[in-house]
């Protein structure tokens, strides 16, 4: 039944689809490009600087605040995102994006955009998309613009939106507040570990104040320091060849596939593939069990890629040619979670990549990679300052967890 005041309307009656593209009149000379996989589920990861010369030929959609984009290419992944804020005018999406402009005189821009992103649209485009004539699973944007709707007032459109842009604003600080924590933590390393400026007995900076350095294939390193390899320290082990066949709609477990390991520390679990229980239940299946903080490693692909699996409430399972770091002494953990999230090694895995079609690397290439080891003593001193760094960090992840949790459960109840 119809709630009172509320009525039925169609996408396309309330809001422009598509309707800013770039032509002849476009002057910039770069962009700020944004492609499907930069976005995920309310996010952009990454906006990319090109040059509009060189720029790939989907590269059309002009975007600017309060836009919706939405993939029309497997809308299952749940590709889309909300622009809240003002942008350049050079700002522009993947022609991969549906780019939905409210007629703000109809409908509260940010209600639409929780509305259309509720579960029994993304499922309903899901199937539509799959039964699509087409190379990819793809809805059109006459698809999209004949879903529909039933809205309330502008009145008590606005009133949702601003309960559940409090809880959106709450979540975006906490990880502002987590990304200068984590910048703190890098430049505490860097000050220690590659500068070389650890406190010393006197609690002064090693090297500034004197400290004896050596010689190493590394270049100057404190005395007492040496260069070992990375595979003295831990071991890297690839996750378990899960089945398109264990791939379920939804449940409570998730795998953490290649592409769901963005680097510079990032395991994204909004996208990750559900399996089974069946597939849950394979005994071999166990060993390939991860836990918040564990260390991942791309093998395929875009290899090199390193990411921390963050606090799920999901259980999760390693996928193949992702492989997961096992320290043989948990003293070394910080120091190799940000020697890795420093900056080089990134790079320096990726072009171990071998391979003519796809690249790939292995275990051995990993354990061969030469680096410092300093003494006991400083990566414990140091661990007390890493740890102390985390333990802000995880009461933030726990708070934005809650935050999302509680969000969700007051979109099911307003977003009817």
Known sequence: ??????????????????????????SFKNIRYIDIASVTKGSIDNIQNLQTSKAPSR????????????????????????????????????TGFAVITPNQDSVNPYYLYCLITQSQ????????AEQAVSTYPTVSPNIIADLDLSIPPLSEQKRIANILSSFDNKIEQLKKENNILENIAQSIFKEWFVKYNFPNDNGKPYRDSGGKMIDSELGLIPEGWRVGKLGEILELKSGYPFSSKDYVEKSSQQIIRISDVKGNGTVETKSAFYISEKAK??????????????MLLSMSGSVGRIGIVPTSKNTLYLNQRVGKLFFYEDLFYYYIKNLLLSGQFESLISNMGYGSVQQNINPNQIHSINIVIPKKEEITKYNLVAKAQDAKRNKNTDKIVLSEETRNILLRKLIL
Request: avoid cysteine; glycine fraction near 2%; proline fraction near 4%.
């Open 281 to 294: 239940n394979n005994s071999k299946v166990d060993d390939f069990l991860l836990s918040p903080g564990d």
């Open 1 to 26: 039944m119809e709630k009172v005041d509320y009525k039925r309307v169609k996408l396309g009656d309330i809001a422009e689809i598509n309707s800013r593209q770039i032509n002849k009149d476009f």
């Open 59 to 94: 590269a059309k959609r002009l975007v600017k605040k309060n836009d919706i984009l939405y993939s029309t290419v497997r809308p299952n992944l749940e590709h889309y995102t909300f622009i809240k804020n003002d942008l350049p005018n050079n700002t522009v999406a993947s």
């Open 121 to 128: 649209f993304t499922q309903y485009l899901s199937q539509v």
